[in-house]
């Protein structure tokens, strides 16, 4: 089981419409079960340089079925996994910080979405909202 393009549209507009209650334009991402883009968006005013961001959160959330901000804590110094985002250097690059979030239907991990444009508080509360559509 995989996000279709359906699922994709449905879990970014739902992240679009909390990025518009909270008035911060964001970036959002969703990957397949296999870790491949579906769709993306970028809203009106949203960073440039976050694009690739919320690509790489959609992907690192799918890659290791965890949010990105519960792999971060488990990067940090003396951590089980410090260092990990340093890693796969030669694919996508592994995020750390908040907004990525698996995508799951009945319980299995069908792909993710991925967030960036604000603070880490507000990519996570985005893509939580964006999530929850599914």
Known sequence: MSVNLEDARRVIAAGEARADEIGQ??????????????????????????????ISKAWTSRAFDIQTKDLGDNAQPTQQFFGIHTTNAHGRGVAIFAGGVPL??????????????GGG????TVAEAAAAAL
């Open 25 to 54: 334009p964001m970036n959002i991402a969703v990957v397949d079960a296999g870790g491949n883009l579906v769709a993306h968006v970028r809203q009106d005013g949203a960073w440039i340089g976050s694009v690739e961001i919320s």
């Open 121 to 124: 508080d507000q990519d996570q």
């Open 104 to 117: 799951t239907r009945n319980g299995e991990v069908v792909g993710a979405v991925g967030v960036s444009g």
